[in-house]
């Protein structure tokens, strides 16, 4: 299946599209604010303009960025994904820790600590399940 943008159009366009619901997200959450929202819509085309032009450039983030990753540069990728997902579990386990301590509401904790646990047992499942190929 094609996808309709180029590879060195992907993250400029995802980036557009998150900072535009994270936009909407605040005028609903905040109302409009002449001071905030301009700032904000500035950043998120400022982020998609600086993605694109990271993209074109000759190193490795570059060609991750801009869709050109080779399998050392996608394992670089993969490597520090998984990174990510251990720190913010480990995160959330602290809050959860902390949140207990002071006698606050653990629940925020317990879900998304809960979606990382589960998310984790079921990609095991699924990538064991394909073998190594």
Not at 8 to 30: D, E, K, Q, S, Y
Not at 77 to 97: D, E, I, P, R, Y
Request: aromatic share 12%.
């Amino acid at each position: 299946m094609r996808s309709f943008i180029g590879p060195r159009w992907r993250a400029p366009v995802v980036m557009l599209a998150g900072g535009t619901v994270i936009n909407v997200a605040v005028v609903i959450g905040n109302g409009w604010r002449w001071r905030d929202e301009p700032l904000l819509v500035l950043m998120t085309i400022l982020a998609a303009i600086g993605y694109y032009v990271w993209g074109g450039r000759d190193s490795d983030t570059g060609a991750m960025y801009g869709g050109r990753e080779d399998e050392r540069q996608r394992l670089i990728h993969t490597q520090a994904a998984a990174f990510s997902g251990w720190v913010v579990c480990q995160a959330l386990l602290a809050g959860f820790v902390v949140a207990l301590a002071l006698g606050k509401p653990t629940w925020p904790f317990a879900i998304f600590l809960g979606v990382g646990v589960i998310s984790f047992i079921g990609a095991t499942a699924f990538y064991r399940s394909r073998g190594t190929q």
